[in-house]
């Protein structure tokens, strides 16, 4: 399997030139999903005891597979947060598999992690932290809403007091899923505030005052969002952030989808706070343009992330030696193991320059604004709220949940767009609506047009 002959390298050639044709490609399809039993009877077995030969999988995964795929930087993929990785980064994501780099240690990845380190200068200098601030990259939003938690719980039972409690955090129903999901990985009690618009600093005031005594005792954390996936909202930053100094409380940021907007000057200004922050979530395979899987989490003090991370064991002390020494982004994070996922973010940045990027993030900006534009133009649809960063909810009139179901569906078959519907909180019910997320700048307002006019 190792061998190098001349299967592989026309094996090598095609993958090529398939990277090349996807990478220039200008319409790519929407791909239809397809039942496991339908796939299997078009390619049949795959993993056999001979092998079915390279030339084959390749022709069944070109002819059958990734046709049942939805390419996430497609301009009317509109749905959940989609991603549009430059083709530079897509590029240096060959790269970065073909080098075999392991990320976890210095010693083993030194140039990789630089790479990485520099990108990660750049990133960190949006957020306004104070001096020392750094972070690492993850495998995604959930690894690093994680990886600050425990980083958050571990520092809070430095105190003695603490040991034997069940940690408790505050955030709001607007947050994202995975809040939820780490805090049962992490085993902490999770206290949701009952809002889906802005979560702000006299909601977390009344939210604590609430509390009874041993609740106060065991609450340690507040999660605040920088961009909420549904709609786009960021959180009072400012006002939770002072109460969570005032009450000595670790204040996280979960930005994985708005973070990228602290590079767009026309609302820096909405993240004011953020900078108060212990810890900070963003993704930059969201709205910073890198090929999944590229999450990162900062912290404020990158040494209690250290003491609550750093793995030990006999054969990884080689690791941690002098000669060996620089900087580990194992220590940081939950995982050991890990490739140096930031590397096409680098080699992104270097190609285009952060200007660049500033304009990517404007245009998915300008792109919700039109299409809010738009919507009150129309008679057969309504706004649910204003736009928010590049998120647009709306409802068509008239329409019940089932209808916005079997429109996604029939725009999904048809190969035309992909847009899914949501829930939002109206009253004491949730409505079902339609909703935009814009992270491509290729998306057109055509594109919005037609996607609107399909539902009449």
Known sequence: M??????????TLDVMKYAIDRISSTNPKIGKPKKEEALKALVGETITKEGIGGEYAFNLWKNYLMKATVPIDHPRHLAFVPASPTRAAIMFDLVTSASSIHGAYWMEGAGGIFCENEAMKWIVSLTGLPEGAFGVFTSGGTAANLSAIVTAREHWRE???YKGEKGLIITSIGAHSSIKAMAQVADVDILLVDSEEKLTGSDLRQTIDNL?????????????????????IIDDLEGIGHICKNEKLWFHVDAAYGGGALAADSVRPLFNGIEQ????????????????DCGAVIYKEPDLAKRAHSQEGSYLEIFKD???????????QIQLTRRVRGLPLWFSLATHGTDKYKVAVERGLE???IAGKLIEKMSHVELVREPSLSCVLYRRIGW?????????????KKG???????????GEDFETVSRFCFINPHTTKEDIEDILNSMI
Do not use: C
């Open 2 to 11: 190792h061998k190098i002959d001349i299967e592989l390298v026309e094996m």
């Open 416 to 426: 035309f767009a992909l847009v899914a519907p949501t829930k939002w909180k109206k």
């Open 212 to 232: 009874n005594p041993h609740q106060r005792k065991r609450l340690f954390a507040v999660v605040a969002t920088g961009g909420t996936t549904n709609a786009g």
């Open 400 to 412: 019940l949940p089932e209808d916005y179901k079997q429109w996604t569906y029939e725009n999904h």
């Open 367 to 369: 792109l919700a604004q």
């Open 159 to 161: 105190d003695g007091t």
């Open 322 to 332: 002098e000669g060996a020494q620089g900087f580990n982004p194992a220590d940081y």
């Open 277 to 292: 922050a212990d810890s900070i979530t963003i993704d930059p395979h969201k709205w910073m343009f890198s090929p999944y």
